[in-house]
């Protein structure tokens, strides 16, 4: 019962100040962070620790990032691959090696100065694409430059994560094995992917919408949206880039804006988990102190 009463607190909190936020025409993005702030342990303590709730609020950006993916397909990434490797490198190298070289300054070891400039460098997906799809600016050209430095840095957050064990001396693997097993690792991913929106998903999608079942297209969705995440988290990879490469993949169907109608709702809601479980990982005290 104790993750329906968190559950319970975290929306009924969210109802309030959501709409609060919306009549003083602040974005719902900030709202949400201060409702986790508000009832997370170093404030009001109204929330207890729940192992389900990060898992879940995970989810919000799982369909986010899918719902991304239909919007920008294999066609428009093909278009973007000068934003997303020229433009996306340019600024996690510029910006890792201006913080790092700062850290190594402040007398840091250089491997882990590096590690923490670049980890430093990286934006979050969630907040940048949330926001430039609520301003309706998500097919400008800042807007797609955005998105293509966002998809590197999503790639380089994998690598790195595949490095923090590496450098804390807690894996057998060196780097320069490490790097190549998680990109193989991806490649192998959308190869999969791709094998499959060309051959199975067009093909299941037919059956069902031949049934003219709302029902059975909605679970279709779900099931193709967590099945890949899994499959990805499988992987050691990023649940969220999973998602992202299925949907772009399924960018070309007859069938996307049903898919994104569909998983919408699902999308709305468990995004706002995940930004009120940001928000309880605000530590005040530390602040403070």
């Known amino acids: ?17 959501i709409a609060l936020f919306r009549r003083l025409q602040l974005p719902p993005v900030l709202g949400y962070l201060c ?3 508000a009832v997370g342990p170093t404030a009001l303590d109204w929330v207890n620790d729940s192992e389900a709730l990060p898992d879940l609020a995970e989810l919000g950006v799982v369909f986010l990032l899918f719902s991304l993916g239909l919007e920008f397909s294999l066609t428009k990434m093909l278009a973007l691959r000068r934003v997303v490797f020229g433009l996306g490198s340019l600024q996690v190298l510029g910006c890792a090696a201006l913080l790092g070289g700062l850290l190594m300054a402040l007398g840091v070891a250089p491997g882990i100065a ?4 670049a980890g430093l460098a990286l934006s979050s997906t969630a907040i940048v694409s949330k926001e430039l799809t609520s301003l309706g600016e998500i097919f400008s050209s800042h807007g797609q430059n955005a998105i293509g430095v966002l998809l590197f840095q999503d790639v380089v957050a994998v690598l790195l994560l595949t490095l923090v064990p590496v450098f804390a001396g807690h894996s057998d693997q060196v780097w320069y094995l490490a790097l190549p097993l998680t990109l193989g690792k991806t490649v192998v991913l959308f190869v999969g992917l791709l094998l499959a929106s060309r051959w199975l998903l067009p093909r299941l999608f037919k059956e069902v919408a031949a049934s003219r079942s709302a029902e059975l297209f909605v679970l279709l969705a779900l099931v193709i949206v967590l099945l890949t995440a899994w ?11 999973g998602a992202f490469l299925a949907g772009m993949l399924l960018g070309e169907s007859h069938y996307r804006h049903q898919i994104e109608a569909d998983i919408r709702p699902f999308r709305d809601i468990l995004l ?10 605000i530590d005040l005290q530390l602040f403070l102190s």
């Open 1 to 17: 019962m104790r993750v329906f009463a968190n559950l319970l607190i975290i929306l009924a909190s969210s109802l309030v100040v």
């Open 35 to 37: 409702v986790g702030l």
């Open 114 to 117: 590096l590690l923490l400039g």
């Open 272 to 281: 706002g988990l995940f930004f009120v479980s940001i928000g309880m990982l």
């Open 231 to 241: 499959l990805t988290h499988l992987l050691g990879l990023s649940p969220a880039l």
